[in-house]
């Protein structure tokens, strides 16, 4: 799901794809400002899920990832409650499928990760 939403529109003239490289090049500013705070933060969640199979294979809990993933996925909902409250159905609409395919790919991981039986000792 997170590599589909890459491929997915995302908002007029923009593709998942397209949203990702914004995200990650406003995260490279440091500065204490709110933008550049919530795009370290989704800059965070999305090179958890990336580094997801490579933490795995080296040992990390399966637990302790998935409660990250979930984090991540709380975290990247803020874009559904930043929405215009007077158009909130237009640009709920606009956010379609990329975001939303996307986001929960947070929630799947986090879900399977949590549930996934822990290693015998």
């Not at 986090?110 to 000792?121: D, F, G, M, Y």
Request: no cysteine; net charge negative; proline share 5%.
């Amino acid at each position: 799901m997170y590599v589909i939403s890459f491929g997915l529109p995302l908002v007029k003239d923009m593709w998942g794809i397209d949203g990702f490289w914004v995200y990650f090049e406003n995260g490279l500013d440091i500065s204490l400002d709110h933008e550049s705070l919530n795009a370290l933060a989704v800059n965070i969640s999305n090179l958890l899920m990336i580094l997801s199979p490579l933490l795995l294979f080296m040992g990390f809990k399966s637990r302790v990832l998935g409660a990250m993933l979930f984090l991540g996925f709380l975290n990247n909902s803020r874009f559904i409650w930043n929405l215009d409250p007077d158009d909130i159905m237009k640009t709920a609409v606009a956010l379609f499928p990329a975001y939303y395919v996307w986001w929960l790919s947070f929630l799947v991981s986090a879900l399977a990760l949590w549930r996934s039986p822990a290693p015998k000792a």
